[in-house]
């Protein structure tokens, strides 16, 4: 009688790159803060040998992966074009070649490459988390409305629920102490 496989998680750091930040092109609402939550998650990763991947959007100015949660050798890097990370990029094969199974998914923005991310992942069938509080974006106009980052963020977040748990990093790194 075969044993069923453990799942095998992996952490997919989204576009938390230079240009997000103060002074970059496309500065979000406190990508510091969300940056160190996330390097918090990618550290507790690479203590546990676990499967990281850094996404990064092209551009021409900027999109060096931020510092704080840079790649070290042996993690897999994947340059994309579209805002969905699987799109047009070889990460579905490599997560499936890994028998990955569960995705921890952080990164910017909320609303636009995470939640893409998060929402092709759960559809190729994979258990999503996101860690809310190591993602963020910016205030959004429609017409004459302008909706500000927090509130676009949480609304995001809101939606995702059909697709992932959502928690916040000091959840995620007491529940995953070992």
């Known amino acids: 009688m075969a044993q069923e496989s453990a799942a095998k998680t992996a952490l997919i750091i989204i576009d938390i790159q230079e240009f997000y930040y103060p002074g970059g092109s496309s500065a979000l609402f406190e990508p510091e803060h969300a940056g160190k939550n996330a390097q918090k998650i990618l550290e507790r ?14 551009a021409e100015k900027g999109m060096e ?17 579209q805002v969905n990370s699987f799109r047009d990029t070889d990460l579905l ?11 921890v998914l952080v990164g910017m923005q909320t609303n636009m490459c995470l939640e893409a991310a998060t929402r092709a992942g759960a ?4 258990k999503c988390t996101v860690v809310e509080d190591a993602c963020t974006t910016k205030d959004q106009k429609f017409g004459d409305h302008i909706v500000n980052a927090r509130d676009v963020h949480y609304v995001a977040l809101a939606t995702l629920r059909a ?3 959502i928690t916040d990093t000091e959840t995620f790194l007491k529940i995953n102490n070992e």
Do not use: S
């Open 45 to 58: 990763f690479r203590q546990k040998n676990e499967l990281v991947v850094h996404v990064r959007h092209y």
């Open 65 to 81: 992966i931020h510092t704080d949660v840079a790649p070290i050798e042996g993690e897999k890097v994947i340059t994309k074009h």
């Open 93 to 103: 094969a490599y997560l499936h070649e890994n028998k990955i199974t569960d995705l």
């Open 123 to 126: 559809d190729f069938g994979f």
């Open 163 to 165: 697709y992932a748990k």
